[in-house]
């Protein structure tokens, strides 16, 4: 007679909501830790096209290595290529892209806005994430990426709590489920990501080319601590559940460049807060203590801006992370973890080989087939003694859900048979949950590089204010801020200038004071608008205005300029971190322009430097400045919503102007300027005169390292 005992272990404690924890991989050995110590998905980079370029990253053999690890444990592979695309790079980022999907990469995580249009041609089963370095922090921008294809969007780190739930609950009142990702621990940017030029202006390595030399992290003075463009590492990991309840799904960790044994502790404590609600304090100080500057700030999440959120690396925060602590942290890492549920199902039958069946919960299973059984003497076999020998499932990422043994009466079977077959199965089924699932991928036409013909190249302006002098009457479009007053904007289009409004590029908690503002601009007149953001963009399409593209979109490629032109874009400024020749050969038919004189903007933050002496806004009598150890100064433009921090001298291509080719207009800044300086700016390039003071070409010849 058969003997039938189904047994139910305990399965490992998790959290039941539906959440992704997101760990950062700089290269194979974080690889491990992540998985181990809780982590749903991991992201990282490949050797090339990272934002991430200094990390140890992955060469194809590691990617391929890294995919079948985590696969085969239930966790994700995010691969990051976001950095800008050079029309002679086009190609080899989209074999990149091919061999991703080859291996089954499960998600892209992107910034080029003309790669993303080549891939969804190219691979239209592909998973698209926006990174970060898109700078989308409105729900229109996220309603738009959706609309072109993206499943996620990683949310720019300076968003607070209220502004997050906002753009979720706008997105849900749109019928849009792109997810939101978050950043909610590691290394926080003076600047908002894909909009910091800091580094490729004073040192030719751009981050958004994977190349950023944390020039932010050297002393800078504004009034506070010297340090005034450094901030304390993010953390937002007591604050997670609260997170998920307000629409976010993916919970990232930054983190790239560490090491594992960082990982392994911000992925412990990230875990330990999704499951149980909270995290152990002793948790807490090991990460404190494995990496940070001065502490960690939520001072975005809370909107508690100012001095509280600056900090740098100190001596007790290098020192704090010992041997011994470093040694605790491998420790926990060193030994596989159950990650995988696996049933078996053991058959014992008279004159027949015994057989073992396992299965995961993805379908896949492996049998192995061990010896027959003989009669038993003394105590025949019992399911009980069968469970202790199969439940034994250490060294592998395996545990027991469920363990069904049939056995025929008066049978014995030898342990070493049984535990033989427990090993067998159990290495098939890795083998084949090791298997990748490629993603179909053409190889799309490239877009040809090629001259643009113009029609000659005009000037544009673009003013802080309203007081613009008649000379600029030549010019054939003004920019100014849309929130300018109506008189203003009246008296201009009254003395004969073509108007266009520039839109906000950080539009944090903005979006319906903008729309309404734009609504109003229509009714004075006003139709055109310059959009440097996503959201500015989605917006003023949604409104029917016609839409200048601004740098901000870093359109550095001819797929982003046939994009733009396709969105319905009138015409773009192409981003000046490309050389002359570069933008001499991009293809495309949509108008191009690019900035020829004023002092580029380095950064754009949401806390201002200078908030770091602790006096606030209020006390800020004059437009502050921010200095390098050198002494050079870089102006500070504040809105009271958000500053730009401006180059310290200006760009000048006034005696320039005829090596730049194919090109339809070129835009002229005027910022800190009076207005006699303002006057004769103009009267330089329209006599094409050689610069007299201080000033920098930019990277327009010198180019990028």
């Not at 621990?185 to 751009?206: D, E, F, I, K, T």
């Not at 993916?250 to 412990?268: D, L, T």
């Not at 008649?470 to 849309?482: N, S």
Request: net charge neutral; proline share 4%; glycine share 8%.
């Amino acid at each position: 007679m058969a003997i039938l005992l189904t047994i139910q272990q305990k399965i490992p404690q998790m959290t039941m909501l539906k959440t992704e924890l997101l760990a950062p991989a700089g290269s194979l050995e974080v690889i491990y830790p992540a998985v181990r110590m809780g982590a749903n998905a991991v992201y990282l980079g490949a050797d090339i096209f990272s934002a991430r370029g200094n990390a140890g990253n992955f060469n194809r053999e590691q990617l391929l290595e890294a995919v079948k690890y985590c696969h085969a444990r239930n966790v994700a592979v995010h691969l990051a290529c976001n950095t800008l695309i050079h029309d002679d790079e086009m190609e080899s980022a989209l074999n990149l892209i091919k061999y991703a999907c080859e291996i089954g990469i499960d998600a892209i995580i992107i910034q080029d806005i003309g790669l993303v249009s080549l891939i969804r041609k190219a691979a239209p089963n592909m998973t698209l994430h926006a990174s970060t370095q898109m700078s989308v922090h409105t729900a229109e921008a996220a309603k738009m990426l959706y609309d072109m294809g993206f499943e996620r969007v990683v949310l720019a780190r300076e968003l607070s709590k209220t502004e997050i739930k906002e753009i979720a609950d706008k997105l849900k009142s749109m019928n849009c489920p792109i997810e939101l990702e978050v950043f909610v621990h590691g290394a926080l940017c003076m600047s908002v990501s894909g909009q910091c030029y800091m580094s490729a202006m004073l040192g030719g390595r751009s981050g958004n080319r994977g190349l950023c030399a944390q020039p932010c992290r050297l002393p800078f003075n504004a009034g506070g601590n010297g340090h005034d463009l450094s901030l304390k590492d993010l953390s937002l990991i007591s604050n997670l559940r609260e997170l998920h309840e307000i629409g976010v799904t993916s919970f990232k960790i930054e983190g790239r460049m560490k090491r594992p044994e960082y990982v392994a502790a911000a992925v412990s404590a990230c875990r330990q807060s999704l499951d149980k609600g909270f995290v152990d304090e002793e948790i807490l100080e090991r990460l404190r203590a494995v990496f940070s500057r001065s502490g960690f700030t939520d001072g975005y999440y809370t909107e508690k801006l100012g001095p509280d959120m600056f900090g740098t690396r100190s001596k007790d925060d290098v020192t704090s992370a010992t041997n011994k602590l470093l040694t605790q942290i491998r420790t926990s890492y060193k030994d596989e973890m159950p990650l995988v549920p696996v049933s078996f199902k053991l058959e014992v039958k008279n004159s027949k080989p015994a057989k073992l069946i396992v299965c995961d919960n993805d379908g896949n299973s492996a049998e192995a087939v061990g010896d027959i059984p003989e009669k038993a003497i003394n105590t025949p076999l019992s399911a009980e003694r069968c469970e202790g020998y199969l439940s034994k499932t250490g060294g592998t990422p395996f545990y027991i859900d469920m363990i069904e043994c049939i056995i025929d009466s008066g049978l014995t079977l030898s342990a070493k048979s049984i535990n033989a077959m427990r090993r067998d199965t159990l290495q098939a089924l890795l083998a084949i949950r090791e298997k990748v699932n490629p993603i179909a991928f053409e190889m799309p036409n490239l877009p040809k590089s090629a001259t643009h013909n113009t029609k000659g190249m005009g000037f544009r302006a673009k003013f802080r204010n309203g007081n613009i002098p008649d000379a600029f009457l030549d010019c054939e479009l003004i920019y100014v801020p849309m929130f300018l007053a109506d008189s203003e904007i009246i008296s201009l289009m009254d003395r004969g200038f073509a108007i266009a409004a520039e839109i906000p590029r950080a539009m944090f908690g903005r979006e319906d004071e903008i729309e309404n503002r734009l609504k109003d601009l229509q009714k004075l007149g006003v139709y055109e608008v310059l959009a440097s953001n996503l959201g500015a963009v989605a917006l003023a399409k949604k409104l029917g205005m016609d839409i200048h593209g601004g740098f901000g979109l870093n359109l550095a490629n001819t797929a982003a300029l046939e994009w733009a032109e396709s969105f319905g874009m009138l015409d773009v400024e192409v981003s000046f971190e490309l050389t002359l020749a570069q933008i001499a050969k991009l293809g495309g038919n949509i108008p191009r322009g690019i900035i020829s004189y004023g002092r580029l903007p380095l950064m754009l933050t949401r806390n201002c430097p200078a908030k770091n002496d602790g006096k606030g806004c209020k006390n800020c009598k004059i437009p502050p400045i921010i200095r390098d150890r050198k002494g050079k100064e870089f102006p500070i433009i504040c809105d009271k919503k958000s500053c730009e921090i401006l180059n310290c001298v200006p760009l000048i291509l006034s005696d320039r102007q005829s090596e730049i080719k194919n090109v339809d207009f070129e835009i002229l800044h005027f910022n800190v300027e009076n207005s006699v300086e303002i006057s004769g700016k103009f009267k330089d390039y329209v006599e094409k005169n050689a610069p007299k003071a201080e000033f920098t070409r930019g990277l327009y010849y010198r180019g990028l390292s």
